[in-house]
């Protein structure tokens, strides 16, 4: 067996940031204390850069086996891998001061975040559901390690105990699945699994129940409801610098799984599945629009947020068709590109004694801070779906690909929570430009290079628009060219 006939290229992003974590770990037991931090850094920056390089130049449409069959290098895989690397940047640079000032930048905590990049982008490119289990488990490894870091915290120690039962729960709901359905197929190839699946009855009773416990595993994986109750917690326990990775890079890797596991595993008995999404779609955009209103914690406000979104973003895949899939991706793209921004918001604001979690720490941010105000207006709207930004765009596309399949019923619902919810994505707005500044401000705390990122992260929402056809052309071309 040669290196050639691995076909190791294809598989570079993810050795190029395993090598830079292990130098990472090694250069820490040299470097003197006060260098540690900042070299560990740049170290992972770098190695970043060099993923995102490596994924962009290995860019084809068309679909090709490596590793003896374990992963596959196709078009989709690079673009979500060049998105988990683009946002992974985002999240170290954004909270590089905050972790700093909380003695959480340690090499222990970088080295983290990039293997738990390494685990979404395997989870990215799987071919094989073990292959598919071992990168998600990777990926919630360092993710319990993340938020349980502080450990002087009780609320982050809280968090993760929380996290880790229910997410081991979760993974053996989805391992026993994924067993079932080898017990059907006789084999673990995704390929071979869905030739082998179409020759089933679609009232096969074992194959239901692997669907269900599939499903459920996934859904737990994405926080929809009703396995949602780990998200709001779990998100206000953890530290900031960790709620933004959790909020960000994971969601691209959870559309990864469930393309990997419902759509090119078992898209042909939809008929399974579709009205279990349905289901769950509704009651996520509704509940998480609901709840997220009594919020005065912003970080339990947004994770709320999240799960309704998470909701927009399965009426795309229940569609069943490749414009719903692609929609789905282009909306998981820009609903972590927002979502990265304004944890940055948050970020920004807290100070090395301070929080800026409740919703009184934005009064009068616009006669304080009246850009940052600015910037979180821009992501506000985005993210209640106003036009003209990006996030319109995005729930425009879902709901385009329900209707198109005669579920107007689901998009009219939809649009009715969605109404709902932007009240509380407004409030913040109201909060910034109509109350009076508190007397004790949080003050700006951030590195020097952090506005400028955030204002072009935050200004894209609006600025890029007329480019939009670029992403939605790309979005359904490697769709397409994924599922033949």
Known sequence: MTLA???????????????????VLLVDLYLP???????????????????IVACVEGYDLSSEFAMNGLVVNDGIGDVMKTAVCGLVLLTFCYSRRYAADRELLRSEYLVLGLFGAVGMMVMVSAAHL??????????SLCLYGMVAFRRDALPATEAAMKFFIL??????????????????????????VRAAITELPSTDKTLAVAVVFVIAGLMFKIGAVPFHMWVPDVYEGAPTSTTIYLASAPKIAGFAIIFRLL???????????????????????GLGNVVAIAQQNIKR??????????GFFLLGILSGTADGYAASLAYIL??????????????????????????????GLGRVHPWLAFLMLLLMVSLAGIPPTLGFFAKLVV???VIDVGLIWVAVGAVLFSVIGAFYYLRIVKLMYFDAPADNSPMLNVDKVVPVILSVNALAMVLVMPWLGLLADLCQDVVRSAIG
């Open 5 to 23: 006939s691995l076909n190791v290229g294809s598989v570079a992003p993810e050795i190029i940031l395993s090598f830079v974590a292990c130098v």
């Open 33 to 51: 204390l006060a260098l540690k931090a900042r070299v560990s850094f740049f170290l992972c920056v770098g190695g970043l850069f060099a993923a």
């Open 130 to 139: 073990v292959t598919l289990y071992v990168g998600l488990e990777l990926l």
């Open 167 to 192: 997410g081991a729960l979760a993974s053996g709901v989805l391992l026993y699945g994924m067993s079932l359905l080898y017990g059907l197929t006789g084999s673990l190839q995704i390929s071979e």
């Open 263 to 285: 759509v090119e595993t078992m898209g042909d008995v939809g008929i399974l599945w579709q009205d279990i999404l349905t289901l769950v779609a509704l009651l996520s955009i």
């Open 301 to 310: 406000m947004l994770a709320y947020s999240g799960i309704s979104h998470m």
């Open 334 to 363: 820009i609903y972590a590109l927002i979502t990265v921004a304004t944890f940055a918001v948050v970020l920004s604001l807290s100070g090395p004694n301070h929080e800026a979690e409740h919703l009184s720490d934005y009064k």
């Open 399 to 401: 709901l385009q690909a």
